[in-house]
């Protein structure tokens, strides 16, 4: 049995397959439309989610399967104290496969040890979000026709961000990408991050504060949220949360054939003009995300 816990649970050849089968899927959805008949994601959401859950429950129901699950902690039994481990002996009794999102990170990698079925890490506090990741792969994939060849800016907050996370350890391992890694020094990566993927894995990277001066050497920026969730002091998110605000000014320093990403939700750091940009790809990437999940359930179950 496969979970998905981290991007690096498939390898470069395993996540080629899945994202040729996310293609395959967003050309043509019906021809996949009773694949997963009979089947049931639970969707085990101890944090709030709008993308993730929703498009994993779209995922499963384009699919013809079903959906059973919580959208919080409070209307769960972790409110009466259950933990994690039992939660999930329980719900391997009810569902096929979950999906599990958890404000403790490592959460979903107990779940797993307990679990009778796959268990898909749905985001696990400040730590790893990979199926953001492969959403993130799928579009650069598709807007650019590769993953290997180009520099991606990641800008915001790099240190509470587990989208960065997932896809820094990820993209190491394409050929000859360049990181720009742009943020305030109190919200840099982890020194994990830096040192044990970045460094460990040779890729070529810089961390700077400046957004102006790095947009025009971008093919890719992934803008970010500051996580306000994350911090201990609310005075230090406000002096933090509008440290970039990515607006039309500044998207005229960057290549024509640049895309702008987020994982979303947005709050300040792109302005909505920039929305009507041909470059703003950050909805068209969400939509993305219900192929890519659609291909991740198939894969899970074995029925790709
Ligand atoms: N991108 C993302 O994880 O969004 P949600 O928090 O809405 O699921």
């Given at each position: 049995m496969k979970h998905l816990?981290?991007?690096?649970?498939?390898?470069v050849e395993e996540l080629d397959e899945l994202l040729e089968l996310a293609r395959d899927i967003s050309k043509d959805p019906k021809k996949y439309s009773h694949v997963c008949d009979g089947k049931k994601l639970a969707t085990l959401f101890y944090e709030p989610s709008t993308r993730t859950r929703l498009s994993f429950e779209a995922a499963m129901l384009n699919l013809g399967g079903s959906v059973l699950g919580f959208s919080s902690a409070d209307s769960s039994s972790a409110a009466k104290g259950e933990s994690v481990s039992d939660t999930i002996r329980v719900i391997s009794c009810y569902a096929d496969i979950c999906a599990m999102r958890h404000p403790k990170e490592g959460a979903p990698m107990v779940a797993a040890s307990k679990s009778g079925i796959p268990v898909i890490n749905a985001g696990d506090g400040g730590h790893q979000h990979p199926t953001q990741t492969l959403t993130d792969l799928m579009t650069i994939r598709e807007l650019t026709?590769?993953?290997?060849?180009f520099t991606v800016g990641l800008c915001g907050d790099l240190k509470f961000g587990r989208t960065v996370h997932s896809l820094i350890n990820s993209l190491v391992?394409?050929?000859n990408v360049k990181f720009v890694l742009i943020s305030p020094k109190e919200l840099r990566v982890p020194d994990y991050i830096r040192d044990d993927v970045l460094s460990a894995n040779n890729a070529e990277f810089e961390e700077v504060e400046n957004l102006e001066d790095a947009m025009p050497k971008l093919d890719i920026l992934y803008m970010t949220r500051v996580q306000r969730e994350r911090f201990f002091s609310e005075d230090e998110y406000l002096r933090m949360k509008d440290f970039y605000i990515l607006d039309k000014a500044k998207m005229e320093l960057a290549k024509e054939s640049m895309y702008v990403l987020h994982p979303l939700p947005r709050v300040n750091e792109i302005s909505v003009e920039v929305d009507d940009d041909p470059r703003a790809a950050y909805f068209k990437q969400a939509q993305y995300g219900v192929y890519v999940r659609m291909a991740l359930i198939m894969t899970l179950l074995g029925l790709n």
């Open positions: 816990l981290s991007p690096l649970d498939f390898s026709g590769s993953l290997d060849n391992r394409y050929k």
